[in-house]
């Protein structure tokens, strides 16, 4: 299976601020990475897929890039709902798995 | 609206199977994907496997796939998972989610609301 690592595991930041989250993957993945957002008690959130397509309804402060083994979650200007925890998932082939999550707390 | 709804909480005995459902509303079912997804307390999201529901083709991750079955329902637009021989560390909360326009975009953006599994003797 493919693996996935997230950095970093833990962010501490302030409203405002641009937030980058990197996703590493073990083997090359073409642009098959899709990003979540969860809540405590919540189903997690589809934020962006195919590496870098905004969901419909999510706001646009939210973009994806990447290709192959690298990709970036960035948050151009945090707000107070943002605080949460993203996880990234590669879709590639038959076989899925997610990263172990960054979570993204205040500062 | 377009929705996935999982069926009540569990509680198991190790060593038995437990059989989650997940119905499917509002979209057209035979067009979409459906991944399951399980979260331990306090844990990250472990996937589970998948079925692209057209051909009725299901794939798991290598540590389930001897003990997972994903399977659906045309007539009742329900997807099912199945996981035998349960133990403790299969207590979590286990997810349904679809990839609805059948695009191959590989988009899981409907969410079930959660089964909580508890395996406990």
């Known amino acids: 299976d493919i693996q996935l690592t997230q950095s970093p595991s833990f962010l501490s930041a302030s409203v405002g601020d641009r937030v980058t989250i990197t996703c590493r993957a073990s083997?090359?993945?073409?642009?098959?990475l899709a990003w979540y957002q969860q809540k405590p008690g919540r189903a997690p959130k589809l934020l962006i897929y195919g590496a870098s397509a905004l969901q419909s309804g999510v706001p646009s402060r939210f973009s994806g890039s990447g290709s192959g083994t690298e990709f970036t979650l960035t948050i151009s200007s945090l707000q107070p709902e943002d605080f949460a925890t993203y996880y990234c998932q590669q879709l590639d082939g038959y076989i899925f798995t997610f990263g172990p999550g960054t979570k993204v707390d205040i500062k | 609206q377009m929705q996935l709804v999982q069926s009540g909480p569990e509680v198991k005995k190790p060593g038995t199977s437990v059989k989650v459902s997940c119905k499917a509303s509002?979209?057209?079912?035979?067009?979409?994907?459906v991944q399951w997804v399980r979260q331990a307390r306090g844990q990250r999201l472990e996937w589970i496997g998948w079925?692209?529901?057209?051909?009725?083709?299901?794939n798991c991750a290598q540590k389930f796939h001897e003990r997972v079955t994903v399977t659906r329902d045309m007539s009742t637009s329900t997807v099912y998972m199945e996981m035998s021989s349960l133990t403790s560390e299969d207590t979590a909360v286990y997810y349904c989610?679809?990839?609805?326009?059948?695009?191959?975009?590989?988009?899981?953006?409907?969410w079930g609301q959660g089964t909580m599994v508890t395996v406990s003797s």
């Open positions: 079925i692209v529901v057209g051909s009725g083709n299901a």
């Open positions: 083997h090359g993945i073409s642009s098959f």
């Open positions: 989610a679809a990839e609805w326009d059948g695009s191959g975009s590989y988009a899981f953006d409907i």
């Open positions: 509002g979209f057209t079912f035979s067009t979409s994907a």
